[in-house]
């Protein structure tokens, strides 16, 4: 099999074969002209149904992250949405790590908990927890690794081990990771789930999200609702999700160097109390991740000694990370998430303390990171 490099550029994206256009084109367009009732020119009908543009996405990520199918939604959100619609039923119970994305605790605590899915939340990184906290009724296991944002790292291969022997299905949210860096399947995982806005498409222009399942199976009951409700991802997002796509592997490459760089700079300073990053090796999933993932990746977390005070005034000196949600694109971001991405959960046992501060490493120069970050500690006295 060619390397992730070589597929990124190439899986599921012959050249066009009408004009020998080396891009996909982009098939803005709702419906298809049938040939006769019925009589469909290539299988084509309605775009909420399929698309070509899409079909190219969807083969690529289910290339990279090595699955059977590949499902791309207007959002992460509306990939999970689908993909615990389509794999629970009322009265299933969802085990989810303590440390999910905000969003996808509250798509199931405010949505689909009143349609009458069971949530718990567990430490994922304790098996002995997870396997204490299975109930007969849990039908799926739900994971983030490397976490956010405190970077904690999920052995996927124990997980899912423990997860089969209960018959679960377990879904992992490689976000933060991306394929280019880890890829669950090959793990045990069943589900993989991205939100496509953030590495996959790389530069912050584009919303979207993807579902890659193990089975044909999978992928069909998670592929009917996404035709029968129909949050599918438009055919421009798509187009700019695949070019993104093409340059993964160098970002993913430059995304880390330059984040274990920002760690080593923090780890040495005295108004930081503690860094987070899986690269380091007291990290206590450096071990984990160092077998699971083939680079450490672009985010790192840091817990400022002198407090909320501190940490706010962190976020707001820094200037090349810029102040503002979302990760996972070429320009460097901070983030404070007790009051930013994690203000939703305030409150729920995935409250983040106000000390925090996350930062989405970009593909700038390293020297003017480090720099940046430098500077806006001097800040802090
Ligand atoms: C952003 C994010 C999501 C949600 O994706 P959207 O594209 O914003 O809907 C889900 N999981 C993780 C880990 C994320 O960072």
Do not use: C
């Not at 093409?246 to 108004?271: F, G, W, Y």
Request: proline share 5%; aromatic share 6%.
């Amino acid at each position: 099999m060619p390397g992730f490099a070589t597929r990124a550029i190439h899986a599921g994206q012959a050249f066009d074969p009408r004009t020998g256009a080396v891009n996909p084109p982009v098939y803005q367009t709702s419906t298809f002209v049938q040939e006769r009732v019925g009589g469909l020119r290539e299988g084509y009908e309605y775009t909420r149904g399929t698309n070509p543009t899409r079909d190219v996405l969807q083969e690529l990520v289910a290339d990279l992250e090595g699955g059977a199918q590949g499902l791309s939604f207007a959002s992460g959100l509306a990939a999970e949405d689908a993909t615990l619609r389509a794999l629970l039923a009322p009265g299933d119970h969802v085990l989810m790590g303590n440390d999910v994305y905000g969003g996808t605790h509250r798509l199931v605590r405010k949505i689909l908990a009143p349609w009458g899915l069971q949530l718990s939340t567990v430490e994922m990184t304790d098996l002995d927890a997870v396997r204490a906290a299975i109930r007969p009724e849990t039908r799926m296991l739900w994971l983030e690794t490397p976490s956010n944002p405190l970077m904690k790292v999920t052995d996927v291969e124990a997980v899912a081990a423990l997860g089969h022997e209960h018959g679960l299905t377990v879904v992992v949210d490689n976000t933060f990771a991306s394929p280019a860096l880890q890829t669950p399947i090959a793990l045990g995982a069943d589900v993989v789930v991205h939100s496509a806005t953030k590495y996959l498409g790389g530069h912050s222009d584009v919303l979207g999200g993807v579902v890659v399942t193990a089975t044909e199976e999978a992928g069909e009951k998670i592929q009917f609702l996404q035709f029968a409700a129909g949050a599918v991802s438009a055919p421009w997002e798509v187009f700019l999700t695949i070019r993104g796509i093409k340059t993964l592997a160098l970002r993913m490459e430059r995304h880390s160097s330059n984040a274990a760089a920002i760690a080593r700079t923090l780890v040495d300073h005295p108004a930081v109390e503690r860094v987070y990053y899986p690269g380091l090796p007291d990290h206590p999933g450096h071990e984990i991740a160092a077998r699971q993932m083939s680079g450490f990746g672009g985010m790192v977390s840091l817990a400022l000694a002198g407090g909320a005070a501190a940490a706010r005034r962190f976020a707001e000196s820094t200037s090349l990370f810029q102040l503002a949600e979302s990760l996972g694109g070429v320009e460097s971001l901070v983030n404070y998430p007790a009051e930013m991405t994690h203000a939703s959960v305030r409150g729920t046992e995935l409250e983040v303390a106000d000390n925090i501060i996350r930062l989405s490493t970009g593909i700038e120069d390293e020297a003017d990171l480090v720099t940046d970050v430098q500077q806006a500690l001097e800040r802090l006295g």
